[in-house]
């Protein structure tokens, strides 16, 4: 049993010095670096979430998504995808995302990874982590704003 597996990693290594073989070989075996590469995506995404959610509870707020690259290297995470893109952090008012932009490297397409995780409320149940920006203030006013003040102080 041992002959036969020394013979035939003698001819698989054989077969890889010719370049046609060789492309066969690597376009039969590239499927299963795919997947191992979106395996390995997802599991590290998935403990990126928990450890935001680990952080969140220590220090009460969640990273800021401009900074995400630095708050990973922080927490001693890896900042690249088995693809070699960045990791990414969205956060929005009721949840938030990690995620990994995947094989084509462009954002929102179908190949993206991505673990979504609700936001907790807070004890009284009405705010959330997620403060949105302030309006702005109400002496700015938009062209229509302006434009039906002044329609309506022209007629009579």
Known sequence: MKKIIIFLIAVAGLA?????TRSQIMNAISPLSEASHKRSALRALEQMAMDVQ???ARTGSYPQP???????LQND???????????????????????SLGPDARM?????IRVAERIELTAAGLESA???PAPP??????RAVRAAEAARKRTP
Do not use: H, I
């Open 16 to 20: 890889f010095l010719e370049p046609r």
């Open 54 to 56: 680990r952080s969140k």
């Open 66 to 72: 401009s900074l995400f690259r630095d708050w990973l």
């Open 77 to 99: 995470r890896n900042v690249q995808d088995p693809w070699g893109s960045e990791y990414y952090f969205e956060l929005f008012a009721d949840s938030f995302v990690v995620g």
């Open 108 to 112: 929102r397409t179908v190949d993206d």
């Open 130 to 132: 997620f403060t949105p």
């Open 137 to 142: 203030p109400s002496s700015v006013k938009s």
